[in-house]
T-cell receptor, first 112, second 114 residues
Framework: GESVGLHLPTLSVQEGDNSIINCAYS??????FIWYKQESGKGPQFIID???NMDKRQGQRVTVLLNKTVKHLSLQIAATQPGDSAVYFC???????????WGAGTKLIIKP | DAGVIQSPRHEVTEMGQEVTLRCKPI?????LFWYRQTMMRGLELLIY????????DSGMPEDRFSAKMPNASFSTLKIQPSEPRDSAVYFC????????????FGDGTRLSIL
């Protein structure tokens, strides 16, 4: 897998508002997609995943949407809280059964 | 439930020294991954083990890097001799079935080579 870490896109959201983080995935063969949250000084933490036979999946305060036509993945976080501040990565499996292709990451900043 | 456990959390050493990073995967996970993360290159997969056997080590930078998995509950990543450009955060991750289940990450080892 590969990812670029030079310039992280940043999303600033007011506390209590909903956040939408977008990801354009690269491989048409991908059939499994994962969102991770990485807080400062910690490892990537699994948030939610979705398979290509679905277009929406909901968790606790999070929803993942998959649009295979345009190869787009999004993560929606409801009622954003200060603890949601982190870098969010999308990942896809490509045509591998173990190696992930990582997105560049989006830094989510919560404004009080 | 215990997650992936890595040690040490921080390591500072002088170039030329041997560095050993340790990982305990989640019990029952048969796949283990070592990654390196830097600002410039993001997350890079170094090596992948399945059932304790190295399957893909194409990401290992050079012969100075080696990894072992002597049993299902322990893996090491060794750098000998270490160089300043090896400074990074090294993560270990494990999964039950990486093609269909997420990888779970430890909190990493922050390595600084002086």
């Amino acid at each position: 897998g590969e990812s670029v870490g030079l310039h992280l896109p940043t999303l600033s959201v007011q506390e209590g508002d909903n956040s939408i983080i977008n990801c354009a995935y690269s491989n048409s063969a991908s059939d499994y997609f994962i969102w991770y949250k990485q807080e400062s000084g910690k490892g990537p933490q699994f948030i939610i995943d979705i398979r290509s036979n679905m277009d929406k999946r909901q968790g606790q305060r999070v929803t993942v949407l998959l649009n295979k036509t345009v190869k787009h993945l999004s993560l929606q976080i409801a009622a954003t809280q200060p603890g949601d501040s982190a870098v969010y990565f999308c990942a896809e499996n490509g045509d591998s059964n173990y190696q992930l292709i990582w997105g560049a990451g989006t830094k989510l900043i919560i404004k009080p | 439930d215990a997650g992936v456990i890595q040690s040490p959390r921080h390591e500072v050493t002088e170039m030329g020294q041997e560095v050993t990073l340790r990982c305990k995967p989640i019990s029952g996970h048969n796949s283990l991954f070592w990654y390196r993360q830097t600002m410039m290159r993001g997350l890079e997969l170094l090596i992948y083990f399945n059932n304790n056997v190295p399957i893909d080590d194409s990401g290992m930078p050079e012969d100075r890097f080696s990894a072992k998995m002597p049993n299902a509950s322990f893996s090491t990543l060794k750098i000998q001799p270490s160089e300043p450009r090896d400074s990074a955060v090294y993560f270990c991750a494990s999964s039950k079935d990486p093609g269909n289940q997420p990888q779970h990450f430890g909190d990493g080892t922050r390595l600084s080579i002086l």
